[in-house]
């Protein structure tokens, strides 16, 4: 593995771990996108799986993320939204440079998820194959989220935090989960990875107003149909999640994504939901068949 500090026009640095396939003929490179209240650590193994079955991946820390953040949990005071898809590219941009001529595929979970279909808006023709675990059902609600994130920055600043708008937007999720142990239960069955995610220091950082204006603006903008441009229609593109995971809203949830990807262009959709599974698929005790599925779907081999 090769940590890399790759610098953006703001000069803002991004933190990315590189994993190189020791296989001769790599078959392309991945490109991960994590989640909110995260970091890229969490998918070394995944990385690596796929590393060691003829696939370079490349996952770097959103910005407000991770070890090397300057604040943690803070994206942008403004413009987050912006920057996370501008930061994507510059990555893109770099893998495609170490590695021309080699297929470029995308992997977005959760906010990832979100961060990813905002991108392929523009950037759909540059990628192969993409793949979208726990994605974020749309939200009608979010030009509302998105007003409400501007008022509370408007009295409190871009790096203050708010209980308000932490509460609607995570919220429902612990409250979804029956008998639950902790309000963190949701991210999956799997306790260990619970509790691991708890008792780590670099997940759970609450975000500040500015980081959930700019998740608010990426999920709004996200289910824009008409903002998919120049679209690489015969792109596959696979769904992946638990059954139980909330953020995908049930079946109602599910089919609403698809439908919208379907709208935008896309022509060649799959989507696989596992059983008793929640949000972090790659995290679950029996994350096998996800890995299995995931390698099989990026190496275009029959699952």
């Not at 070394?44 to 953040?69: K, M, Q, T, W």
């Not at 279909?117 to 023709?125: A, C, E, F, H, P």
């Not at 909330?246 to 596992?274: M, N």
Request: aromatic share 8%.
């Amino acid at each position: 593995m090769e940590k890399i500090m790759l610098p953006t026009e703001d000069n803002y640095l991004l933190s990315l771990s590189f994993f190189e396939s020791d296989l001769e003929n790599a078959a392309g490179v991945v490109q991960i996108i994590h989640g909110m209240e995260e970091h890229k650590e969490r998918y070394y193994d995944f990385a690596l799986f796929l590393a060691s079955n003829g696939l370079h991946v490349v996952i770097s820390d959103l910005r407000g993320h991770g070890e090397d953040a300057p604040v943690l949990s803070h994206i942008a005071n403004k413009q987050g939204d912006q920057l996370l898809i501008r930061d994507q590219q510059i990555i893109a941009d770099w893998m495609t440079e170490r590695f021309p001529g080699l297929p470029l595929m995308l992997f977005g979970h959760s906010m990832g998820s979100i961060i990813s279909r905002v991108l392929l808006q523009t950037d759909s023709r540059r990628y192969v194959r993409t793949a979208l675990s726990g994605y974020v059902s749309p939200n009608p609600a979010a030009p509302v989220a998105i007003a409400l994130g501007k008022t509370v920055r408007l009295f409190k600043g871009g790096r203050a935090h708010s209980k308000l708008l932490d509460h609607m937007a995570l919220g429902p999720y612990g409250k979804s989960i029956p008998d639950r142990k902790t309000d963190l239960d949701w991210l999956s069955y799997n306790e260990n990875n619970v509790q691991k995610y708890i008792s780590d220091p670099l997940c759970g950082a609450e975000f500040t107003v500015g980081s959930y204006c700019a998740l608010f603006g990426l999920l709004n903008r996200m289910q824009n149909v008409h903002a998919y441009q120049n679209v690489n229609a015969e792109m596959p593109v696979l769904l992946i999640s638990g059954r139980d995971d909330p953020c995908t809203d049930g079946e109602k949830g599910r089919a609403s994504s698809r439908s919208l990807l379907e709208k935008s262009g896309f022509q060649h959709i799959s989507v696989i939901t596992y059983d008793h599974m929640r949000h972090e698929i790659l995290n679950e005790s029996d994350n096998e068949n996800v890995y299995r599925d995931l390698l099989n779907f990026f190496l275009n081999r029959p699952s």
